[in-house]
């Protein structure tokens, strides 16, 4: 089976370091990715992990370890408009179909 | 430039009519997927296609139905339209080439049945 487990809410002041963290049970494990969803949106892309380590991307960074079955999102100097839905998927090995977690809401204040 | 779009956006229908709800990408991607998204459950597939011709049932398929006659569309039917089915509906496509393709996603459909 396929379990994706995130914090379904967060909240964060303006300028602040937040991290969301992300664990997973898959039957198979071929990256892990991370979307932005504001509210009424689609989702956007933000990170791309398939080997253990972290990438950095700007003010966002994503961390993985596979033998932990772990990855969290890293956002720095948050902004308003960083109040969205953070999305975790995991892409089982061998298909392009993607496993979503519920996602986590982050409310930034400032 | 290429995009992804969804029609229509909104559709109110009745308990039992069948509806269809359009997807057309113009990235000429291969693979594309529909889910839709509930309070709670994030996003979940409920069909997805890697070609023409080819068709695959997601985690939650019972009572939707996909054709895939081209490359570009893949329209979603709801046979007769259920109360539960009340969700948000993303279509989404990728490329298949590249272990970092990512998915890109429609604007959504705001689907209520009564």
């Known amino acids: 089976g396929q379990n994706i487990d995130q914090p379904t809410e967060m909240t964060a002041t303006e300028g602040a370091i937040v991290q969301i963290n992300c664990t997973y049970q898959t039957s198979g494990f071929n990256g892990l990715f991370w979307y932005q969803q504001h509210a009424g949106e689609a989702p956007t892309f933000l990170s791309y992990?398939?080997?253990?380590g972290l990438e950095e991307k700007g003010r966002f960074s994503s961390f993985l370890s596979r033998s932990k079955g772990y990855s969290y999102l890293l956002l720095k100097e948050l902004q308003m408009k960083d109040s969205a839905s953070y999305l975790c998927a995991v892409r089982p090995t061998g298909f392009q179909k993607l496993v979503f977690g519920t996602g986590t809401r982050l409310l930034v204040s400032p | 430039d290429a995009e992804i779009t969804q029609s229509p956006r909104h559709k109110i229908t009745e308990t039992g009519r069948q509806v269809t709800l359009a997807c057309h990408q113009t990235?000429?991607?291969?693979?594309m997927f529909w889910y839709r998204q509930d309070l709670g459950h994030g996003l979940r597939l409920i069909h997805y296609?890697?070609?023409?011709?080819?068709?695959n049932k997601g985690e939650v398929s019972d009572g939707y139905s996909v054709s895939r006659s081209n490359t570009e569309d893949l329209p979603l039917t709801l046979e007769s339209a259920a109360s539960s089915q009340t969700s948000v509906y993303f279509c989404?496509?990728?490329?298949?080439?590249?272990?970092?393709?990512?998915?890109?996603f429609g604007p959504g459909t705001r689907l209520t049945v009564l």
């Open positions: 989404a496509s990728s490329e298949s080439t590249q272990l970092t393709d990512t998915q890109y």
């Open positions: 296609s890697y070609g023409v011709q080819d068709t």
């Open positions: 990235w000429n991607h291969n693979n």
């Open positions: 992990n398939v080997l253990d």
